[in-house]
């Protein structure tokens, strides 16, 4: 399985863009990777995906090197209500067989 | 559209007894799948059904039964609850295999078993 690694926590301030980095050595080929967010008592929710270079989308963007032993989420002007936890989900090129890290708990002071 | 539907959303349980949680998704997905996700940590799969009438092993099976009913619906069967099960349970769906589409989750039930 593709294992990932996250920092466990990050603070930041209203307004701030925050960049989380994942890595995730042992990545496929054909594997993708994907970022949900999650708040308390949910189930997590996506947030963007991508296979290669950059993807931006209307709440974030994702930068994958060339490499793609790692990727950051950047998450910009985050206000108050981005506090929650952040999971990159990395493949492992088999159905169902993908591994979700610990997650990075993002806390967005005033 | 309600999307991914768990029930129950509670449950406690004494040691040794059984009982099975509930997911249905009207989103005509083929695939679902059913993690649990420990107090601070990251969610780990149980089993998923990549199609109606398949279904697989996951990170963490043991003490666990599934049964994919039709295309909407996956029931997780607890045969004799344990204290280490106590823990959330999200099912999830997507219509294409996960590393590669969207997982839409449920809103999870919460099972203590004592």
């Known amino acids: 399985l593709a294992k990932t690694t996250q920092p466990i926590s990050m603070d930041s301030y209203e307004g701030q863009e925050v960049n989380i980095t994942c890595s995730h050595n042992n990545i496929a080929t054909n594997d993708y990777i994907t970022w949900y967010q999650q708040f308390p008592s949910q189930g997590p929710r996506f947030i963007i995906q991508g296979y290669k270079t950059k993807v931006t989308n209307e709440v974030a963007s994702l930068f994958i090197p060339a490499d793609r032993k790692s990727s950051t989420l950047s998450l910009p002007r985050v206000s108050l209500s981005d506090t929650a936890v952040y999971y990159c989900?990395?493949?492992?090129?088999?159905?169902?067989?993908?591994?979700f890290g610990d997650g990075t708990t993002l806390t967005v002071k005033p | 559209n309600a999307g991914v539907t768990q029930t129950p959303k509670f449950q406690v349980l004494k040691t040794g007894q059984s009982m099975t949680l509930q997911c249905a998704q009207d989103m005509n997905h083929n695939s679902m799948y059913w993690y649990r996700q420990d107090p601070g940590m990251g969610l780990r799969l149980i089993y998923y059904?990549?199609?109606?009438?398949?279904?697989d092993k996951g990170e963490v099976p043991n003490g666990y039964n599934v049964s994919r009913l039709n295309k909407r619906e996956f029931s997780l069967r607890l045969e004799s609850a344990a204290p280490s099960q106590t823990s959330v349970y999200f099912c999830?769906?997507?219509?294409?295999?996960?590393?590669?589409?969207?997982?839409?989750f449920g809103e999870g039930s919460r099972l203590t078993v004592l």
């Open positions: 989900l990395v493949g492992d090129g088999n159905a169902g067989k993908s591994t």
């Open positions: 059904s990549a199609s109606e009438g398949t279904t």
């Open positions: 999830a769906s997507s219509d294409r295999a996960v590393q590669v589409g969207e997982l839409f």
